[in-house]
């Protein structure tokens, strides 16, 4: 077989804009695939904060597009990957985050904005942009992109499709009225294609019409087939279980490894673990924490959100603040959270420490100086703070659920190979058992050296998450090839 053509259609990507894990994916699974012979190119939203950091664009010579769109090329920074960005003025020329307004609310016309992108990708996708690049593969990545294998599907002829679940808690819904607004096909409001009690779904058209469905953890390939991780459409990925697979993320080494790492103060390798404190004391510093080597320091670097398990923190706080520990967080969301964690900071000024909003440089440096993340997540699809963690030799303490047990080992069944901690339950208890485990670890040197040495050891790079997609790829693109021949 020739060289496959990926198309990889995303709602933001690193380094150009970025609002979680979706970013670092889509930053880094296309050049890997590149590297492994598939001819990869990236469709992007042209946002304003993308196309200002884009060194050279070029516009296209296009016919004449819907909602008079018009197609950018450039290179993915860092890379030789060509990236399109559909650059439609009145949807994407704004200030603000690709679904939020400055003030957190989202975007009002959220899904006139992605049917737009969705439309031209359709168009893209099928060789009608005077691109001459008709691609073998569509990847089509959460809700932003789910009505472009429902529309693909009304297709004679067409690419396979891939759909990837990154977070099923975010499904794009939207009112019967809008969806008359939006002009769609009106048998796509259909409960077996993109309606959804009453409202119109944009990623059930992903769910309901890619040849394939992917999760980015096998762990949560299966949670997402349950009443609790399923959200009401569980019912409809136990039907598409054949057609369903989990390939845990991975993560890239070239901008994730504490020894070249030019984001952090000293660098530091397994075998030249100095630094790494060094670091420690830097990041104290930074924190307004007192510089102590001897006690262990947690962080944690995320959405403030249920989710990701803040209130269990927080009901946890009054017990941890008695431990001998430090605490520095960074992260923004729900206000209610961010209150009582600044509130609790202020209270113990010397053992918590709270930053509230998103600092790319200040993470890398949390993962290089902490000894310990912190990540009790209700559930994680895959996560990827817990990978970057193993790299940078800092212990994360996780709730087993999805990416998490699927890359993490716990230290109780198997010290030997371990990696990190679980927590017994979602619930503050466990966070407060895991935290004193962790803290008697840390007071036992040897033992503590070795888990930071095994931690460090693991490989979750990139290529082996690319092999797996290419392989999916070949195997999809062959039963649709025989499905359109019969």
Request: glycine letters at 6%; one cysteine or more.
């Amino acid at each position: 077989m020739p060289d496959l053509k990926i198309l990889f259609i995303t709602s933001e990507i690193f380094p150009l804009i970025k609002t979680g894990g979706l970013a670092d994916v889509s930053a880094g699974l296309p050049p890997a695939l590149s590297k492994l012979g598939a001819e990869t190119r990236i469709l992007l939203p042209a946002y304003l904060p993308a196309v200002q950091k884009m060194k050279s664009l070029k516009t296209l010579d296009t016919p004449r597009l819907a909602h008079d769109a018009t197609i950018l090329e450039g290179k993915l920074p860092g890379t030789k990957l060509t990236i399109w960005l559909v650059d439609i003025p009145k949807y994407f020329t704004r200030i603000g985050n690709p679904y939020t307004t400055e003030e957190g609310n989202d975007w009002p016309d959220n899904a006139q904005r992605f049917t737009a992108f969705n439309q031209i990708a359709l168009e893209i996708s099928q060789n009608r942009a005077n691109l001459d690049w008709p691609p073998d593969i569509v990847h089509c990545n959460d809700w932003q992109t789910g009505l472009i294998p429902a529309l693909l599907a009304k297709e004679v002829t067409r690419p396979a499709t891939i759909f990837t679940i990154h977070n099923l808690a975010y499904m794009g819904l939207f009112s019967w009225n809008t969806f008359e607004e939006l002009g769609l096909p009106h048998d796509l409001w259909d409960m077996d294609k993109m309606e959804f009690h009453g409202q119109f779904a944009f990623i059930k058209g992903g769910l309901s019409a890619a040849d394939h469905i992917t999760t980015v953890s096998p762990t949560y390939a299966q949670e997402v087939q349950t009443s609790e991780f399923g959200y009401g459409l569980e019912g409809l990925l136990q039907a598409r279980s054949h057609q369903m697979s989990g390939i845990l993320n991975g993560i890239d080494h070239t901008l994730w490894n504490p020894a070249t790492d030019k984001l952090i103060d000293h660098n530091y390798s397994k075998t030249k673990l100095s630094s790494k404190l060094k670091n420690k004391t830097s990041l104290q510093t930074h924190f307004a924490l007192p510089p102590k080597k001897a006690i262990p320091l947690l962080v944690t670097v995320g959405r403030i959100v249920e989710q990701k398990g803040y209130d269990l923190l927080i009901k946890a706080l009054p017990e941890l603040m008695l431990m001998d520990i430090q605490i520095a967080l960074l992260g923004s969301g729900d206000k209610y959270l961010e209150t009582q964690l600044i509130a609790a900071a202020q209270e113990h000024p010397e053992k918590l420490s709270v930053r509230i909003g998103y600092d790319e440089v200040l993470a890398h440096k949390m993962e290089a100086g902490a000894d310990v993340f912190l990540m009790p997540s209700k559930f994680e699809p895959c996560g990827l703070n817990q990978l970057y963690s193993l790299k940078y030799g800092t212990i994360p303490i996780v709730n087993p659920v999805g990416g998490l047990a699927d890359s993490i080992i716990d230290i109780k069944p198997n010290p030997a190979k371990a990696t990190g901690i679980y927590l017994t339950q979602s619930s503050p208890e466990a966070l407060i058992q895991a935290v004193e485990t962790t803290v008697n670890l840390f007071h036992n040197p040897p033992q503590w050296q070795k888990l930071i040495k095994t931690a460090m050891s693991q490989d979750f790079s990139w290529k082996n998450s690319a092999k797996q997609y290419l392989t999916l790829y070949k195997t999809v693109l062959k039963n649709r090839q025989s499905t359109a021949n019969k």
